[in-house]
């Protein structure tokens, strides 16, 4: 029963994951960019992670040890993933940059077998050759070599996230704490960087910043608490399987609202990553 739940939590985070590109790219049409949108979305999130953290009377502190953890931990997923895999988007199409991304979960089922010697069932192999073979259907567009390397580095370093929020013992912690303490340090990593870079800003209109409160609400506080709480109830290679739902969502999303194409290739796609996640939730193997 725990790995369902842990599996619902994932396709929870991927659903989010998959429809609020959508609400990025109005906040782009109101004055803001993808660093802003990145940093805006971490730091709005605070309020609310704060207030769930109070409601629930969770201590706030922390010892310096699970400190750094977090600190670290907040460089990938919040920070260096959103930036290598928005970075991707200048060079290469969306479609062939999500697809080299969602190399993850290959990459979480391989160094959990080679580094961790952990066992990978047969249907858990059978399931990550399904939705790997789905997501690859949404390859598209022209070779890049800096768009290529810049969304493999961000499908490297989220199999990292995912890792290491298992590995280190993390997952143990209250998932809104979790949350709570990569907002905090990835806000700091990306007004650094906004900075320097000089693509911070912060003029944006009414409509646009309501549309990253809303980014803000749905991923920085709900998506990104759901990805721990699915890592410790189903495991991290159930977890990137579960992730897979996210291409899912964004076909159906640009089909609803943004009257994109449905195509054959992309149903057969969507079927064949739904087998795999319908694999993994199926069989009684615990994670």
């Not at 699970?66 to 895999?85: E, I, V, Y």
């Not at 991923?219 to 990104?224: D, G, I, P, R």
């Amino acid at each position: 029963m725990d790995k369902q739940k842990g599996i619902v939590f994932g396709i929870l985070a991927a659903f989010i994951y998959g429809f609020t590109p959508i609400l990025g790219k109005l906040t782009y049409l109101e004055g803001s960019n993808t660093m802003s949108l990145a940093f805006y979305r971490n730091l709005f999130s605070l309020p609310f992670l704060f207030l769930m953290l109070k409601y629930n009377k969770v201590e706030l502190k922390t010892d310096k040890v699970q400190l750094k953890k977090l600190a670290l931990l907040a460089t990938m997923g919040p920070t260096l993933t959103s930036l290598f895999l928005y970075g991707s988007y200048i060079y290469i199409t969306v479609g062939m940059s999500t697809t080299i991304h969602y190399i993850y979960p290959v990459l979480v089922a391989a160094a959990s077998m080679l580094i961790f010697k952990e066992k990978i069932s047969k249907e858990k192999l059978i399931a990550l050759l399904l939705s790997t073979a789905g997501a690859a259907m949404f390859f598209e567009g022209d070779f890049n070599i800096t768009g290529v390397l810049l969304a493999f580095s961000s499908g490297v370093i989220y199999a990292a996230h995912v890792l290491f929020i298992d590995k280190s013992g993390l997952n143990e912690m209250y998932p809104f704490k979790i949350t709570f303490y990569l907002s905090i340090f990835s806000s700091i990593y990306l007004f650094i960087a906004g900075l320097i870079s000089g693509s911070l800003v912060f003029t944006i209109t009414p409509k646009g910043w309501l549309f990253t409160i809303l980014v803000a609400f749905f991923v920085a506080f709900l998506a990104n608490t759901f990805i721990p709480i699915s890592i410790k109830y189903a495991g991290p290679t159930v977890t990137s399987i579960a992730g897979l739902f996210e291409p899912i969502t964004s076909i159906f999303t640009g089909v609803l609202f943004l009257s994109e194409p449905l195509t054959f290739k992309s149903v057969t796609a969507c079927i064949l990553i739904l087998l795999g996640v319908l694999i993994v939730t199926l069989t009684k193997e615990m994670p």
